[in-house]
């Protein structure tokens, strides 16, 4: 344990924290921002925050270039985020974990197909998948988690394909086996209770790495059309004013690292909690 | 040796059919083609010779056997906004973006595998807290932030750099490091653990007592074994890699493919979008199949699955 700056209790309590505050002001965005996020103002655009001399406290985070308050904007800009991360990581999960339990446990033509697929897919990053979809049905958020979720399928894949591969073989599954029981009451009753704890690692930092995608596709024009309030576009937004109002590019970045970062901690402190050959050897 | 690359070879027509696949379904089935092709207001005249160039009257499967050889023979139908072939277009791209990945590469990998061993070293020492604290927020940090936080600081601010385009050494800088940072905390973090699951194998307590010097047993024993589960790391996460490529294109106005991808989207040129994508994987499995040749070349054991 000596290894990691502080240990996995306040990992956990401090990335947890840090995901149930943003998880909050997403649910009670609209209690909690001050204006409209798309309400636009042109008499009050690019007021700096309130740190800097020309800020104003009824902006307390500033404004942009149509003098929409980024406090706001940044709040309601944390629902896409969340939404996407994690519907898109709930679809990766449930296709992934299903498809690399049947190639473990059926082998044969099964396994050879769905891991043939999976190494396919290393060739197809989700980016050109995006670009291909958004040029031809434009960008929504649906299409968003579709992407994200059916590129990120593999990791769950290799993962459940080799667990479930050396948990077949072990005395209880053989066990079962022996008193009759058939695949599907295996699986859900003997192989899946123990993937349930590796599972849960590998699906919490992979909202992390979604919401960080779901970002750069935004940024890139490929997500929400303007001006619809993400922080993918607010970023992009802010990226033609890098001089007069570096303010909008980088709360915009701030506010992905912090929610980026908690979710990293909360899902290594889970490890080390959760993955007992991980618990001596850091 | 031979027999291995072969081998390798053969998974190439799998991962283009699936490409090809994924994009015929993607263009021709999720929605009328003639949308996706042309803008509204198209006349009746180009929409039919739209229809008869994709064979829209023929059944799907027949729809797709054609589609298959037109890419097959590298006919991706005129570009748009060029009004030329849309491959030449693409490969004209190919130099400068190829030129920014081994440079962005040629940094992650040095600096990373230089910091991994670094760390092991000095492992619970504050080097090792330092690089490791750096890695994990390195992963945590969207790099098209860092992009323009490095052109506000280096080109805005101190004006020792261009902000984007290309020319000169000084205009590769700010690219580079921006699409290395893509990739430089995992090989810090990799390199780490590889170095200290590699220090206690008995091959190197055998070297040492065979009285091998410090620097011969770093080198020659300790590095190729510990390298090895870098480049299988480098080999799953081109595709990253190519994501930010565009994205550091795209800030940095790189004349290179993933700009040109980006920009033929809002420009409605669906032939250049579909060569692009194609290259692009074509270009992910070779680097794949150069990652693994390297591999066995470094371990002669990985020859053998």
Same mark, same amino acid.
């Given at each position: 344990m000596k290894h990691s700056m502080f240990g996995k209790k306040l990992k956990m309590r401090l990335g947890g924290?840090?995901?149930?505050?943003?998880?909050?002001?997403?649910?009670?965005?609209?209690?909690?921002?001050?204006?409209?996020?798309?309400?636009?103002? /042109?008499?009050?655009? #690019?007021?700096?925050?309130?740190?800097?001399?020309?800020?104003?406290?009824?902006?307390?985070?500033? !404004?942009?270039?149509?003098?929409?308050?980024?406090?706001?904007?940044?709040?309601?800009?944390?629902?896409?985020?969340?939404?996407?991360g994690v519907a898109a990581a709930l679809l990766?999960? !449930?296709?992934? !974990?299903?498809?690399?339990?049947?190639?473990?446990?059926?082998?044969?033509?099964?396994?050879?197909?769905?891991?043939? /697929?999976?190494?396919?897919?290393?060739?197809?990053?989700?980016? #050109?998948?995006?670009?291909?979809?958004?040029?031809?049905?434009?960008?929504?958020?649906?299409? #968003?988690?579709?992407? /994200?979720? #059916?590129?990120?399928?593999?990791?769950?894949?290799?993962?459940?394909?080799?667990?479930?591969?050396s948990i077949r073989e072990r005395p209880f599954v053989e066990a079962a086996v022996s008193h009759g029981a058939r695949s599907a009451y295996i699986i859900r009753q003997h192989i899946f209770p123990q993937l349930i704890p590796v599972l849960t690692v590998v699906a919490t930092l992979q909202v992390a790495q979604m919401i960080l995608q779901e970002t750069a596709l935004s940024f890139l024009g490929l997500g929400l059309p303007p001006p619809t309030a993400t922080w993918g576009n607010m970023l992009a937004e802010g990226r033609d004013r890098m001089w007069a109002a570096p303010w909008i590019s980088n709360l915009s970045g701030v506010a992905i690292i912090i929610l980026v970062w908690g979710i990293n901690m909360l899902g290594n402190g889970l490890r080390e909690h959760l993955d007992p050959n991980q618990r001596g050897r850091q | 040796m031979f027999a291995f690359i072969v081998r390798r070879l053969l998974t190439i027509p799998i991962t283009i059919l699936l490409v090809v696949f994924v994009t015929f379904i993607v263009l021709r089935v999720t929605g009328d083609p003639v949308q996706i092709y042309l803008d509204i207001n *198209?006349?009746?005249?180009?929409? *039919?010779?739209?229809?008869?160039?994709?064979? $829209? @009257?023929?059944?799907?499967?027949?729809?797709?056997g054609l589609f298959l050889w037109d890419v097959l023979r590298g006919d991706f139908g005129m570009s748009l906004q060029f009004a030329t072939p849309a491959l030449p277009v693409v490969l004209g791209r190919l130099g400068a973006t190829i030129q920014l990945v081994s440079v962005a590469l040629l940094f992650a990998f040095v600096f990373g595998v230089a910091g991994g061993i670094v760390a092991a070293l000095r492992k619970d020492r504050l080097p090792d807290f330092l690089l490791s604290a750096l890695a994990v927020a390195g992963q945590s940090m969207p790099s098209f932030w860092l992009g323009i936080?490095?052109?506000?600081?280096?080109?805005? @601010? $101190?004006?020792?750099?261009?902000?984007?385009?290309?020319?000169?050494?000084?205009?590769?800088?700010?690219?580079?490091?921006?699409? *290395?940072?893509? $990739?430089?905390?995992?090989?810090?973090?990799?390199?780490?653990?590889?170095?200290?699951?590699?220090?206690?194998?008995?091959?190197l307590t055998t070297a040492r007592s065979k009285g091998a010097s410090e620097s011969s047993i770093m080198f020659r024993h300790l590095l190729p074994n510990a390298i090895n589960p870098v480049l299988s790391f480098l080999g799953l996460q081109m595709g990253r890699l190519v994501g930010g490529s565009i994205i550091t294109e795209t800030i940095f106005a790189w004349p290179g493919i993933g700009s040109l991808m980006i920009r033929s989207i809002f420009q409605r040129d669906v032939p250049v979008v579909i060569a692009a994508v194609f290259i692009v994987s074509i270009a992910i499995v070779l680097a794949n199949l150069l990652v693994d040749i390297l591999q066995s070349l470094i371990d002669p054991r990985m020859r053998l699955d």
């Open positions: 924290g840090i995901v149930i505050a943003v998880i909050l002001m997403a649910i009670f965005a609209p209690l909690l921002a001050p204006h409209d996020p798309y309400d636009q103002d /042109l008499m009050s655009r #690019l007021i700096p925050p309130f740190w800097n001399a020309q800020g104003d406290w009824t902006y307390p985070l500033g !404004t942009d270039n149509f003098g929409r308050d980024m406090l706001s904007r940044l709040i309601y800009g944390s629902r896409l985020s969340i939404t996407v990766a999960c !449930t296709m992934g !974990t299903i498809l690399g339990m049947w190639a473990g446990y059926s082998g044969g033509y099964a396994e050879t197909a769905i891991m043939r /697929l999976a190494d396919a897919q290393l060739a197809f990053p989700d980016i #050109l998948l995006a670009i291909l979809i958004v040029a031809a049905v434009g960008g929504s958020a649906l299409n #968003l988690i579709l992407v /994200l979720g #059916l590129s990120g399928w593999t990791v769950y894949a290799r993962v459940m394909y080799n667990m479930t591969r | *198209a006349t009746p005249e180009q929409t *039919a010779l739209l229809r008869e160039r994709l064979h $829209l @009257d023929e059944p799907l499967i027949v729809q797709f936080l490095l052109i506000q600081t280096f080109a805005l @601010d $101190l004006k020792w750099l261009p902000t984007s385009g290309t020319g000169s050494w000084q205009h590769l800088i700010l690219p580079a490091v921006t699409l *290395a940072t893509f $990739l430089l905390p995992n090989f810090i973090l990799i390199t780490r653990t590889t170095v200290l699951e590699t220090r206690s194998e008995l091959f």
